[in-house]
């Protein structure tokens, strides 16, 4: 089992739709982070939290550190959204990747 | 654009070859890290260099060597690879804990 799993693995929308993908893991942690990953390869950090709450533009990311939980949300979606989201875990002297949630949001 | 720059983008190479790869960052970040995306697989983690100093190997067979000369540069030196070594290999660099990425070198081992 893998300690870091995200629910769902794959995810269709209609444009404008709100999108949740969910993170738990089973190890204990210093920080998390939601990245994101285009076809071809690339990838681009969206957040990193250890606590709380962050939003930038029209992606929110939240944390609960007890139950070892954090959601990415993504508010009136679109379609440049479509990508892999990857949650990844940093240990103490490592980092734990989730397999990815891949997103496709349709115009 | 992130300003991790890798090079080549694309790599073949048989399984006697040496080759390296090479990662680039001027963004004044102190860490650097190599990854590797198989298909179908989780990201893993490689290496870490902490100003220069190489702080996390994750049971990385010896065929990988990385090499950090200075902190703004990052190789990984390639020999003997097995097939199953083809995958995507990305670069990151950070400085206070949010890590940019590079575009990755897509590896291939004939």
């Known amino acids: 089992k893998n300690e870091v799993e995200q629910s769902p693995q794959n995810l269709t929308a209609q444009e404008g739709e709100f999108i949740t993908i969910n993170c738990s893991y089973s190890v204990g942690i210093s920080a998390l982070h939601w990245l994101q990953q285009h076809p071809g390869g690339g990838i681009v950090s969206l957040f990193m939290l250890s606590s709380g709450k962050k939003k930038h533009g029209r992606l929110i990311a939240t944390i609960n550190i007890q139950e070892k939980h954090s959601s990415l949300h993504i508010t009136a979606s679109h379609p440049r959204d479509s990508a892999v989201y990857i949650c990844?875990?940093?240990?103490?002297?490592?980092?734990?990747f989730g397999a990815g949630t891949r997103l496709t949001v349709k115009p | 654009e992130t300003g991790v720059t890798q090079t080549p983008r694309h790599l073949v190479m048989g399984m006697t070859n040496k080759k390296s790869l090479k990662c680039e960052q001027h963004l004044g970040h102190n860490a650097m890290y190599w990854y590797k995306q198989s298909a179908k697989k989780p990201l893993e983690l490689m290496f870490v260099?902490?100003?220069?100093?190489?702080?996390e190997n994750n049971s990385v067979p010896s065929r990988f060597s990385p090499e950090c000369p200075n902190s703004s540069h990052l190789f990984l030196h390639l020999h003997t690879l097995q097939p199953e070594d083809s995958a995507l290999y990305l670069c990151?660099?950070?400085?206070?804990?949010?890590?940019?990425f590079g575009p990755g070198t897509r590896l291939t081992v004939l």
């Open positions: 260099y902490n100003f220069k100093e190489q702080t």
């Open positions: 990844a875990v940093r240990l103490s002297d490592d980092m734990r």
């Open positions: 990151a660099s950070s400085l206070r804990g949010t890590q940019y």
